[in-house]
């Protein structure tokens, strides 16, 4: 059992630049692939990005690459979303994931799931 709790997000300007965190409880975290997601309000839940357990292996949507990075730390059982060159069409919820395999882009892949936290970006 894997719980996760997303921190980070808040409202900035289109350029701007936030960093997401997802910290997750238990003792096999570096065990699990992780995925970041996000959900804008009308829309279905979509892709960001993924890392392997070892963060030697990363996946990114196509809107999001060259302007977002996914990183994990095993020490500290946490992943992390730096997202950079923000535009307004990044505002959404962000959601971090976990499954208990190699990474996914797919929502159905991931078994467990963070509460969500709300980024904004104005023009």
């Not at 921190?7 to 003792?27: I, Y």
């Not at 159905?108 to 023009?123: A, D, K, L």
């Given at each position: 059992?894997?719980?996760?709790?997303?921190?980070?997000?808040?409202?900035?300007?289109?350029?701007?630049?936030?960093?997401?965190?997802?910290?997750?409880?238990?003792?096999?975290?570096?065990?699990?692939?992780?995925?970041?997601?996000?959900?804008?309000?009308?829309?279905?839940?979509?892709?960001?990005?993924?890392?392997?357990w070892s963060?030697?292996?990363?996946?990114?949507?196509?809107?999001?690459?060259?302007?977002?990075?996914?990183?994990?730390?095993?020490?500290?059982?946490?992943?992390?979303?730096?997202?950079n060159s923000?535009?307004?069409?990044?505002?959404?919820?962000?959601?971090?994931?976990?499954?208990?395999?190699?990474?996914?882009t797919t929502?159905?892949?991931?078994?467990?799931?963070?509460?969500?936290?709300?980024?904004?970006?104005?023009?």
């Open positions: 059992q894997v719980q996760l709790v997303e921190s980070g997000g808040g409202a900035v300007q289109a350029g701007g630049s936030l960093r997401l965190s997802c910290a997750a409880s238990g003792r096999t975290f570096s065990s699990y692939a992780m995925g970041w997601f996000r959900q804008a309000p009308g829309k279905e839940r979509g892709f960001v990005a993924a890392i392997s963060g030697g292996g990363t996946y990114y949507a196509d809107s999001v690459k060259g302007r977002f990075t996914i990183s994990r730390d095993n020490a500290k059982n946490t992943v992390y979303l730096q997202m923000l535009k307004p069409e990044d505002t959404a919820v962000y959601y971090c994931a976990a499954r208990e395999s190699s990474l996914s929502l159905r892949g991931y078994n467990y799931w963070g509460q969500g936290t709300q980024v904004t970006v104005s023009s």
